[in-house]
């Protein structure tokens, strides 16, 4: 148990559906990541918010929208995705982004789009 | 471009010791971490260098030389529980983080 929960754990869609992850931390903590996982490849950043703003997009496409509505909760929202895009999806959390804290990690939503 | 490298595989044996390298290549530097991450599960901490030399937690080590852009994870006694992914990951000056793709061990007994 990391502090930090994902929903769902696993997720099949196809490429017209919309879906949504949801992350919440029990933690305290200020900023909120949203991280892709691919097999054998680096962790990818994808959004971070901090004190619930975003801070960070890393040329992300359209069809992931963050949504960060309080420091607890992070969503991703998911319309017209792609085959590549399935993956691992990751949350994460820690006190102050910009120094040297650790982050604290979900378990993950396993994203299967077909 | 910024850089992590480290092995994408290794195999030990049960009871054994292992390194695994990670060497980097980043514009400036705040720190490297070691997360592990068994299958299925949270990557989860487990050291942090931003000076040069040794920090030893119980079985495991982390060692950094900032001059060669190079750490290591070092496991001893190793258990089958230690088999998952282990990821190198440095912050660079924007305090970014710049991750490797982890390197998966294997414990056989």
């Known amino acids: 148990e990391t502090g930090v929960t994902q929903t769902p754990r696993h997720l099949v869609m196809g490429m017209t559906n919309k879906k949504s992850l949801k992350c919440e931390q029990h933690?305290?903590?200020?900023?909120m990541y949203w991280y892709k996982q691919s097999a054998k490849k680096p962790l990818e950043l994808m959004f971070v918010y901090n004190f619930k703003e975003q801070t960070e997009n890393n040329s992300v496409p359209s069809r992931f929208s963050p949504e960060c509505p309080n420091s607890s909760h992070l969503f991703l929202h998911l319309h017209t995705l792609q085959p590549e895009d399935s993956a691992l999806y990751l949350c994460a959390s820690s006190q102050v982004p910009s120094e040297a804290g650790e982050l604290f990690f979900g378990e993950g939503s396993r994203l299967t789009v077909l | 471009g910024q850089n992590i490298d480290q092995p994408t595989e290794m195999t030990a044996t049960e009871g054994a010791i292992v390194q695994i390298n990670c060497t980097y290549q980043?514009?400036?530097?705040?720190?490297l971490f070691w997360y592990q991450q068994h299958a299925g599960e949270a990557p989860t901490f487990l050291s942090y260098n931003v000076l040069d030399g040794l920090e030893e937690k119980g079985r495991f080590s982390s060692f950094l030389s900032r001059s060669k852009g190079y750490s290591y994870l070092l496991l001893k006694e190793l258990q089958m529980k230690d088999s998952a992914s282990y990821l190198c990951a440095v912050k660079d000056s924007n305090y970014q983080l710049i991750w490797g793709a982890g390197t998966k061990l294997i414990i056989k007994p």
């Open positions: 980043t514009s400036g530097f705040n720190g």
């Open positions: 933690l305290g903590h200020n900023a």
